[in-house]
């Protein structure tokens, strides 16, 4: 890409050049990419325009619009409960996947698999109403930072992504986050950290049992996960959730592929940005060999077919907001 | 309530007054409530006052936002297409309950429940990709009428509930549709029949498999339903969706009871209406006995409970948009 041509496309769209809101993203490839799609969809009575009610755009959380290391926020939070229960259940000392939620052995839980997940999910997610579940939310966070970045969990924020989002919407974008965790733990405060409303968020979910207590009914949650996938179930979620296929999704694992690569088919102009974490001093630096957010098959898969793959340390310039509130 | 009274609502609030958009439904209590309503939510600084996030409002479908005589839209789609599919299955002729699909027995489809509708449902809407569902829906849309209206199904919305949604989205709030069908069945149509967007429609969901056909992944639609409870489970239905309690509820028949209390429980000013269908020279009467859209627990516990209720016959005094396109 030359200057001219990249300063051409900055001028032409007053209203969606990204140059307002773009600003922790470097000049260059990616930054040009993503303002070059949302131009191209935009343009009325262009090749490639897209009417605003067909502008779906997907985000994978963890790892994607927030640090997944050294534990993603969720897990921070069932590690914490399990921790502030065990008194109530002296048999979890001494019992998996409890022990090792209480040792905080991570290598050990990971051996578990989903089974053990769901198992410390059901103890620390359910056993009380939507409300009451909601404060418990809410209270950890306001006590709670990510031991690293020391932040609050919900201005950990990766500040380009809250950028895109944002210049998204103002392109007349929806946008949705999928994860793989209970969307319920992050319903409550997703529209303060990212601008997305509660049913803009999809993931795992909890049954509840409609009771009337006191003459007033309410939903308790139930042990009963039904469990957002990963992969190849991830875009059928996705579909049962909103009935459109994106234009846009944005992720940094394999377990993304799939959605990814369901967006790029889906017949229209589309973004595919593949966000890779190569940078251990403002954030973490994690592929491979990751425990969370493995990106290997889906980096390969990307570099061979052109997708926009977002190289921390070369594209952006800053990461999270300056100040903490 | 007074004239004098019903005018200084009136002309209190230029932009939640419902003077500009609710005018099929007479001026009275009805009208009056769901224009207090909507001020005192609205109003800032006032004691009701609910923010824009919280404004959240569910219709039911069928028999609230359109005629569900002589059959459901949904139900009238399935009829058709088990038809037109039956020369390939010679062997539906004999077997139950195709055979009283195919002569059109309601009454011996009803006595198959929920079991029977849902492999008759299986039938018509799976076994291909997600974008053939929808062209297959829209194109039988294009083709069908409710036979007693001589109207398209996506023109037989009641006017007075069109106005209504109007008025609600002009005064800031989200509005959804639950309907116990299949979403991917309304979905398709649910904007330009009602305004609202394709995630903003819940309901049963069909399990989809994710399928690489030539290079481009496809969702196919499998026999596989996750029903849509009536009843106790929908409010906990709505919640899985959307993460929120509604504060204004509309429904028509006892399956939406449970979704009407629970949002009268919010513990904010809140609206509960039912639909009573009086009027069966402009639309169709029934309640308590009927097959479809029995209104009896719900009209004696609203009653009771003073609940908004529009009786058709009195409240409106026009049913549908005047021309069809």
New interface residues.
Partial sequence: MTAPLFLAVLLSSPHANGADTLHSWNGGPTRFAVIQFVKDVTTEGGPQYVPP?GRIAVFSHDGTLCPEQPVPVELAFILDRIKALSSRYPRWKTKEPFKSALSRNLTALASFGTRGMLELTAAAHSGMT?EEFESTVMSWLARTRNPRLNRPYDQCGLLPMLELLDFLRSSGF?TYIVLRGD??FL??WA?KAYGV?????IGS??????E?RK?????VRRPDFEMMEDG??R??AF???????PIAAFGNSDGDL?MM??TA?GGTRHLVLLVHHTNGGNEFAYDRKAMFGRLDKALDFGRKNGWTIADMTKDWNRFFTKTVK
């Fill in positions: 009610s939507t929806k969307a319920g319903r409550p529209e409303p509660p049913d803009q968020v979910s909890v049954r509840t049992r409609f009337v003459g007033a009914p309410i939903l190849p179930g875009p059928g579909y049962r959730a909103t009935g459109r296929r799939e690569q369901w088919a």
